[in-house]
T-cell receptor, first 111, second 117 residues
């Protein structure tokens, strides 16, 4: 079955630097992959979607890449701010009726 | 504003009790979902519904039940058969059922935290 791995350790980044989060999957390449942001005690909020035939997607300070050879997606936040501190989840389609979710990586941006 | 409303935010249950978590959406979405979130784990699907009066089991449906009598509403009942119900429960919706062909984003509620006393 498909599995997703996100770094379970928190990522500490200095304000103004670029934060890079990793999402690795193990089996078949999904048709698309999504990234969400989750603040403590709240529901996830959709950020970006990237399809299997896309190498890169951008939205303001956010950038997502998708490497089907490495079976990996990278999520970048440029010019990071303390307000970017949150847990970031990746999810990919299972090829069936549901999304498969990573456990998320906690990002901490230090002033 | 359109969105998903979950209630209650916090809920305490005694052993042997059934509890029902409410989920209402005014986004006119066909698909609705219930997920369970535990520390260190990805979201796990409990039940999903593609259309009114139809719902399907997800990966961890045992000890849970749902109904979909109205498009806007998808309540989840945590029954006494659920052995470890303490968790954060998330309701979500999407325009169409998520899958390989439908890439629509999921909209989530604010979650309900259930604690067993």
């Amino acid at each position: 079955s498909q599995k997703i791995e996100q770094n379970s350790e928190a990522l500490n980044i200095q304000e103004g630097k670029t934060a890079t989060l990793t999402c690795n999957y193990t089996n078949y390449s999904p048709a698309y992959l999504q990234w969400y942001r989750q603040d403590p005690g709240r529901g996830p909020v959709f950020l970006l979607l990237i399809r299997e035939n896309e190498k890169e997607k951008r939205k303001e300070r956010l950038k997502v890449t998708f490497d089907t050879t490495l079976k990996q997606s990278l999520f970048h936040i440029t010019a990071s701010q303390p307000a970017d501190s949150a847990t970031y989840l990746c999810a990919l389609d299972s090829g069936d009726y549901q999304l498969i979710w990573g456990a998320g990586t906690k990002l901490i941006i230090k002033p | 504003d359109g969105g998903i409303t979950q209630s209650p935010k916090y809920l305490f249950r005694k052993e042997g009790q059934n509890v029902t978590l409410s989920c209402e959406q005014n986004l006119n979405h066909d698909a609705m979902y219930w997920y369970r979130q535990d520390p260190g784990q990805g979201l796990r699907l409990i039940y999903y519904s593609q259309i009114v009066n139809d719902f399907q089991k997800g990966d961890i449906a045992e000890g849970y039940s749902v109904s979909r009598e109205k498009k806007e509403s998808f309540p989840l009942t945590v029954t006494s058969a659920q052995k470890n119900p303490t968790a954060f429960y998330l309701c979500a919706s999407s325009i169409r059922l998520a899958g390989a062909l439908n890439t629509g984003e999921l909209f989530f509620g604010e979650g309900s935290r259930l604690t067993v006393l």
